[in-house]
């Protein structure tokens, strides 16, 4: 847990020392809402399961500073995930569960005009997951009465804007685990499109 924080804080001071190279620049600021799906699965350690991509969705609203080509981006979504597991020896497991992300990132836009902008970004996200739910056998049960609500991870991917919408195509990886018996990290790539306010 201490090599994934000090991972995370050396994103976070990477974000600030490029914000302060473009400190002259005037920055703007903007609010907006964003709705989209995910695609997510679990890596595991168990020789006995295989993760499969289950779809889920996500809402919530979002905050982006620009100064000149670069920007930093902050959202706060609900996330609905869900995925499924193969079990070796015959039958399936689903797993859904609920989450509250902090994603915070920070981007550039490779092309930059008046009404649209092609982006590229990359950050950390903090979760704190609830409402998991599991329907499988009673072992698999047992392993996710410990499951871990709170999740940090990585983040990055590609966006275009055009006027005030906007959408996002990003891949985000877990780098703790959501079951400390099966080491459990979540895996997602989602679609999401805003719409920018003012």
Known sequence: MKQQFLALS????????SVDIQAQQTPAFHIGVKGGTSFTKTSTESS????KYGLG????????????SLYVQGEALFNKRKTSYEIKNGGSAKLSWSAIDI??????KVVKTNDF??????????????????STSQALQEGFKKFDKSNIGITGGLGIDYKNLTVDLRYEK???????DFKFKPNSFSLGIGYFLF
């Not at 006995?48 to 993760?51: N, P, R, T, Y």
């Open 103 to 108: 994603p915070i990132v920070i981007g550039y």
């Open 48 to 51: 006995s399961l295989e993760g």
């Open 10 to 17: 050396s994103l976070l001071l990477c974000i600030t020392c």
């Open 117 to 134: 902008n092609l982006r590229v970004f990359a950050g950390g996200v903090y979760s704190y997951a609830f409402n998991n739910n599991l």
């Open 174 to 180: 877990g780098l703790s685990s959501i079951s400390k």
């Open 57 to 68: 969705y996500q809402a919530g609203v979002m905050t982006r500073m620009d100064i000149g």
